[in-house]
């Protein structure tokens, strides 16, 4: 079974950088396609990127996308978020995921579509 752990989260400025990492097991990442969700107090789980496997596509929310970087080390089976210029609405609880089949672009933001989760890592975007 594949397992995933998040970690990487912080308290950071309004502008300032944090990069998320997710460690995979139980899976080879180059063959699984890897998601970054969040979700704020209050709110529903937010898609936020999608890397698909064996060189499929990515996928970025329009909220993030140009500020947000999703990559992946296969030697380490790791997965990361480069997040830059960061908002106070990026404040939220990040969680990666994983499945088996790569996802066309209108189904990756759909959390149901994720069989396996992270246990989430926490980004607070505050002065």
């Known amino acids: 079974e594949v397992q995933l752990q998040a970690s990487g989260g912080g308290l950071v400025q309004p502008g300032g950088s944090l990069r998320l990492s997710c460690l995979v097991s139980g899976g080879t990442i180059n063959y699984l396609a890897i998601s970054w969700f969040r979700q704020a107090p209050g709110k529903e789980r937010e898609a936020v990127s999608y890397k698909g496997g064996r060189g499929g596509s990515t996928y970025y929310s329009r909220s993030v996308m140009g500020r947000f970087t999703i990559s992946k080390d296969n030697a380490k089976n790791m997965v990361y978020l480069q997040m830059n210029n960061l908002k106070s609405e990026d404040t939220a609880v990040y969680y990666c995921?994983?499945?088996?089949?790569?996802?066309?672009?209108?189904?990756?933001?759909?959390?149901?579509?994720?069989?396996?989760w992270g246990q989430g890592t926490q980004v607070t975007v505050s002065s």
């Open positions: 995921a994983a499945r088996q089949n790569n996802l066309i672009a209108s189904a990756w933001h759909d959390p149901r579509q994720w069989s396996n």
